[in-house]
């Protein structure tokens, strides 16, 4: 039965690698847009006495190729003088029949007409000036059409950022959405229209949309149909802690790992730290091999082959089910049952990612060859995984996996299960007569400190990340694809357990810590966000430093017990 499982699990091996391909050509890096913030450029050209456009010249020969508009309130036509703005009281001291409770505009008549349509408010028209009954100095007010077709005369790409705000009307005949607009970046945490005018808002976003990375829009999934584009900013508070090459860095690692298209880009207060940011993140697109230029949306077709990954699922689930040594048939059964019922369509995906780290530990501990087995094992899983879960939205980071968290918890639990002999009670009559030593009580709590750790700490926003470990980080990011720390310290694991003379419960113990490593192979596959062939390098990466890492080790520690042996 074991010999039929993997024929089907090398069957299906194929296909499900060739239902990849689609995938691999939409994650081909670039181009990519350095996309300008206009108002804070605007700001800066204030200082210098220029203005927007004239700037805007200035930094496109630094290399610059976008910019965008964040919609304008109120405020800011008021501020800049292109509005009047004054109480109805004010006016009324002045003569002038205005209702007291009332706020009044006045100045540019094309812009005044579109405010007059803008919102669903009661106005009114007295002379010059137009009134509304409540303060509209908050409200979004469009754009300054004439800076957007110049800065699209010029060539740049063109990016606009509309308000969703409650009281605004969605017209056609209004410019929420220019016709120079290359892209749609949604301002604020909504999308436009959100929550009850969706369908409205649609209509008018004709172009492609932007996801945020790290910002969560409500409604954005409404404008999927017109292209999404996948945007990297940092906050400007935390850009200004970061040197102009460190923030350069991170832009370079999303458009190169992540596959960010759209860079979306603020100055830093002195210019000459601008100019440095620019040309780091040039020079690291360039060594990229990422272009600038125009984006498009990154969409794809699954490949049918794709269900062909589900006869390699079941089959590791079958070689699941006959190697573990105790209730094998009824824990592969719930595993399942869990998927369907918690993943639902990703059941496949989440399945593999729970049962494929475990198989390489159900053979004979042959040396470096179960640690060769678990890979392999891994690695397969991993194209399952990726045939049954890659799809346009989870890939644009839509349709996040569901069970991540499982895919760390479970598959070490299924390796100390596998550690339990067939006559079980027997082992647990054993283990319950043990005569407890302090420091196996300090080995249990050590292993399972670092399992909690290892949950709490994933993820780039974790609150559990030390300093020590993003200086790491960072440095290994300028040598390579950075391999990810929970699988470096688990392969390095294997020879520490198998090369040297630990008493069984402590080479156990060491396994069940390098289960971990394995199953967070499966875990960087599960973020179908990043492109195929980075998490794949960098689960290579991890397995050939940690094996590195472990070899120092055994030679380490045998140096070290003869020494203290004698």
Do not use: C
């Not at 808002?201 to 409604?219: H, K, M, N, Y």
């Not at 006869?311 to 399942?336: D, I, K, N, Q």
């Not at 694991?493 to 198998?498: K, M, N, R, T, V």
Request: aromatic content about 10%; overall charge positive.
């Amino acid at each position: 039965m074991k010999r039929l499982l993997h024929l089907l699990l090398f069957l299906a091996l194929v296909p499900s690698l060739l239902a990849l391909f689609p995938r691999l050509q939409a994650e081909r890096p670039g181009p990519v847009v350095l996309l300008l913030d206009a108002e804070a450029v605007r700001e800066e050209a204030k200082t210098q006495g220029k203005s927007l456009l004239e700037a805007l010249a200035a930094y496109r020969a630094l290399g610059v190729n976008g910019v965008a508009f964040p919609e304008r309130f109120v405020k800011d036509w008021v501020a800049n003088g292109v509005l009047l703005y004054r109480q109805g009281r004010e006016l009324q001291e002045e003569g002038l029949p205005a209702r007291p409770g009332w706020f009044y505009l006045k100045g540019d008549p094309k812009l005044l007409a579109l405010l007059e349509r803008a919102y669903a408010l009661p106005s009114e028209k007295l002379g010059p000036w137009l009134g509304f009954p409540v303060d509209v100095q908050g409200f979004p007010a469009f754009y300054d059409l004439k800076e957007i077709a110049a800065a699209k005369a010029q060539g740049f790409y063109v990016a606009v950022r509309p308000i969703n705000q409650r009281l605004r009307r969605l017209d056609p005949e209004l410019p929420l959405v220019p016709k120079e607009a290359d892209a749609v970046v949604f301002a604020g945490l909504e999308a436009l229209g959100y929550p009850y005018r969706l369908e409205e808002a649609r209509a008018l976003v004709r172009r492609p949309v932007a996801l945020i990375e790290g910002t969560p829009q409500p409604g954005f999934q409404a404008f999927r149909e017109a292209g999404v584009l996948r945007l990297f900013s940092l906050r400007y508070e935390w850009q200004l802690t970061l040197s102009p090459e460190e923030a350069a860095d991170k832009y370079t690692l999303a458009a190169r790992e992540r596959g960010h298209q759209l860079l979306y880009l603020r100055p830093y207060p002195y210019p000459q730290e601008t100019a440095r940011l620019l040309a780091r993140l040039k020079e690291g697109l360039r060594a990229s091999h990422i272009p600038l230029g125009t984006p498009r949306p990154r969409d794809f077709a699954p490949s049918p082959l794709r269900y062909a990954a589900w006869v390699g699922v079941g089959a590791g689930l079958g070689l699941l089910a006959l190697g573990l040594p105790v209730y094998g048939p009824w824990v592969a059964f719930l595993l399942l049952l869990l998927a369907l019922g918690y993943a639902g369509s990703q059941a496949g995906a989440l399945l593999a990612a729970l049962v494929f780290p475990v198989l390489g530990f159900l053979g004979p501990r042959n040396g470096l060859w179960l640690w060769a087995r678990s890979l392999g094992y891994a690695l397969m899983g991993a194209v399952f995984l990726s045939a049954l879960g890659s799809s346009p939205a989870t890939v644009l980071g839509l349709a996040p996996f569901k069970g991540v968290s499982l895919t760390l918890l479970v598959p070490p639990l299924l390796v100390a299960l596998s550690f339990l002999e067939k006559d079980f009670k027997e082992a647990l009559a054993r283990l319950y007569a043990h005569p407890l030593r302090l420091g196996e009580v300090a080995l249990g709590g050590l292993a399972l400190a670092l399992l909690a750790f290892a949950l709490l700490r994933r993820g780039n926003d974790a609150p559990l990340v030390p300093e020590l470990e993003l200086k790491l980080r960072s440095f290994l990011q300028d040598l390579m694809v950075r391999p990810r720390f929970k699988e470096v310290f688990g392969h390095a694991l294997f020879p520490l357990a198998l090369l040297l003379p630990w008493p069984r419960y402590l080479q156990n113990a060491l396994l069940f810590l390098a289960g971990l490593g394995v199953a967070s192979i499966l875990n960087t596959f599960s973020h179908f966000h990043t492109p195929l062939l980075i998490s794949l390098f960098r689960v290579l990466n991890g397995a050939l430093l940690g094996l590195l890492l472990g070899l120092i080790g055994v030679i380490l520690v045998r140096r070290l017990r003869t020494w203290w042996l004698g």
